[in-house]
Structure formats: C-alpha cells, structure tokens
C-alpha cells in the first residue's frame, strides 16, 4: 500500500510563473553585470609588474578593451531579451514585472 506523501504543513510552496521567474533572472543578471565587469578591470592590478613574468602594457590594455567589449556585448543581450520579454503576451510593460 502506497502512501500519498502529503505537502510539508507550514508555509505553502510558492510557484511563479516561467515568464516571470525569467525575466526576474535577466533582470538579476543586469544588476550583477556592472560588479562582474569591475572584478574583471581590476584584474590587471593582481598581474606582475616586474621581472620575467611581467606581463606587458599591450596586454593590459588588450585584455581591458577586451572586457569592455564583452560587457557591451552581454549588456546588449540583456537589454534584448528584456525588449523581447516585454513584448510578449503577458509580459511586463516598461514599468516593471508583469502581474
């Protein structure tokens, strides 16, 4: 005999929609996209400036740039599927989460 397992008594289970809870993650992640990318410009403060092992001004300013550009990449990214979210059916209008 097979019992039913019964929901855990105390606070309900709290479910959200599948286009609410993706557009709660991109949003999340455009609000972690500017820490991310100052981690990743503090990185050549960590590399060493002095004897054989010292990485050259070029690749600094490479490796910099190259930052830059994918966080306008991913920037970019984000800010579409916001637009996309927002105009599905459903979605959030540019004021905020849909309901």
Do not use: N
């Not at 690749?59 to 830059?68: D, E, P, Q, R, Y």
Request: proline share 7%.
């Amino acid at each position: 005999m097979a019992q039913e397992a019964e929901p855990p008594r105390g606070k309900p289970l709290v479910f959200l929609e599948r286009q609410s809870y993706r557009r709660r993650r991109v949003i999340d992640a455009a609000r972690v996209l500017p820490f991310v990318g100052l981690l990743l410009w503090l990185v050549p403060l960590l590399w060493r400036d002095e004897g054989t092992a010292a990485v050259r001004s070029s690749s600094a300013i490479i490796f910099l740039f190259g930052t830059w550009f994918v966080l306008v990449l991913a920037a970019a990214v984000l800010s579409w599927k916001l637009a996309a979210q927002a105009r599905e059916p459903g979605g959030a209008g540019p004021g905020g989460l849909g309901d």
